[in-house]
């Protein structure tokens, strides 16, 4: 198998190795390549996951997460410099096959470590019964490419509050959760990263090829699709927000169609009383993201007691959000 190096070492963004994998199953000839990787905070969801399921938006957008999706299936991953990523490469095309074959590979090495390492049998690998890695498969025409995660030194509590939709009690019972489901590899060996990183390297690999310009150039035409809002949101389909509350105006249901974090129609129900235009108040809230700072400030200058009896911004707000 050849390992597979950059002719820098500036880290990129996460698009830029998923383009890596395509363009080396497209304009490489048939072996076996590998590569590692790292990024900086990044969340990224599989080929047909719905983004606002799978993502806590405020919090990403709050501390500067990247989001990305990948062309595999499988659920959402959060990654940081303290987590490795990991291609194969590959002409194999059985997925049941290239995970045995590949994971079986990860396996071994991290036994020789001295760990209790199993596969799961689907797509994860576990020591002592707890996840460090998880993976997902795809084919590139003739090729497959399997891709995978191994938790080195995450942040755990930055995982879930990343990946867990914006909730605090989900997010609380997330970390516990996930504390008592995933492990770091850092908790159960002395080695730091890079020297793992080495030993993977050295026994995966009987080669070591360097990209050229050339394969730089046309891995960054590639990353164009990964990075193109059309590939990014375009699987993300309109759904429904419903909203409903007591407030001192009454009872109100408000209901929104969003798509991409944008909100698309919107309709107000309950037993409030009405006494002035609904539709336009409602027509203020279409086309803004779906967020509260941005409802503040698109609402702030309407004195909503004049549209239903009784209700003020902050009642308004505190239901939606």
């Known amino acids: 198998m050849k390992y597979v190096k950059y002719p820098f070492n500036a880290i990129k963004r996460l698009s830029f190795y998923l383009s890596t994998e395509e363009y080396l199953?497209?304009?490489?000839?048939?072996?076996?390549?590998?590569?590692?990787?790292?990024?900086?905070?990044?969340?990224?969801?599989?080929?047909?996951?719905?983004?606002?399921?799978?993502?806590?938006?405020?919090?990403?957008?709050?501390?500067?997460?990247?989001?990305?999706?990948r062309?595999?299936?499988?659920?959402?991953?959060?990654?940081?410099?303290?987590?490795?990523?990991?291609?194969f490469v590959t002409p194999d095309f059985n997925s049941e096959f290239v995970f045995d074959k590949y994971l079986g590979k990860v396996v071994d090495i991290l036994k020789g470590l001295g760990l209790n390492a199993s596969f799961s049998g689907?797509?994860?690998?576990?020591?002592?019964?707890?996840?460090v890695s998880g993976n997902a498969f795809y084919k590139v025409v003739d090729k497959a490419v399997v891709h995978g995660t191994m938790l080195f030194d995450t942040d755990l509590s930055v995982l879930v509050k990343a990946i867990t939709p914006s909730n605090e009690k989900l997010i609380s019972k997330g970390i516990d959760s996930v504390r008592k489901r995933v492990r770091n590899?850092?908790?159960?060996?002395?080695?730091?990263?890079?020297?793992?990183?080495?030993?993977?390297?050295?026994?995966?690999?009987?080669?070591?090829?360097?990209?050229?310009?050339?394969?730089?150039?046309?891995?960054?035409?590639?990353?164009?699709?990964?990075?193109?809002?059309?590939?990014?949101?375009?699987?993300?389909?309109?759904?429904?927000?419903?909203?409903?509350?007591?407030?001192?105006?009454?009872?109100l249901e408000i209901d929104f169609e969003i798509k991409n974090g944008t909100v698309m129609k919107s309709n107000l129900?309950?037993?409030?009383?009405?006494?002035?235009?609904?539709?336009?108040?409602?027509?203020?809230?279409?086309?803004?993201?779906?967020?509260?700072?941005?409802?503040q400030t698109a609402l702030s200058s309407t004195d909503l007691s004049q549209i239903i009896l009784h209700l003020d911004l902050d009642d308004f707000l505190k239901i939606i959000f």
Request: hydrophobic share 40%; glycine share 8%.
């Open 25 to 69: 199953a497209l304009h490489y000839p048939a072996g076996e390549y590998f590569f590692m990787w790292q990024v900086e905070p990044s969340v990224i969801f599989g080929r047909n996951q719905l983004i606002e399921n799978e993502v806590n938006l405020d919090y990403v957008r709050e501390n500067g997460i990247r989001m990305y999706r």
């Open 71 to 87: 062309k595999s299936g499988g659920g959402c991953v959060y990654s940081d410099f303290s987590n490795i990523m990991f291609s």
């Open 122 to 131: 689907r797509n994860d690998i576990l020591v002592d019964g707890m996840k």
């Open 185 to 251: 590899l850092s908790e159960l060996l002395t080695i730091d990263i890079e020297e793992f990183k080495r030993i993977m390297r050295t026994k995966l690999c009987d080669e070591e090829m360097t990209l050229t310009e050339a394969d730089i150039s046309g891995i960054e035409e590639i990353e164009k699709g990964y990075l193109s809002e059309e590939f990014i949101y375009g699987k993300n389909p309109r759904f429904t927000v419903i909203r409903k509350g007591y407030v001192k105006a009454g009872y």
């Open 269 to 295: 129900l309950g037993d409030y009383f009405l006494i002035g235009e609904q539709d336009a108040l409602l027509q203020k809230l279409v086309h803004l993201p779906f967020t509260k700072e941005a409802f």
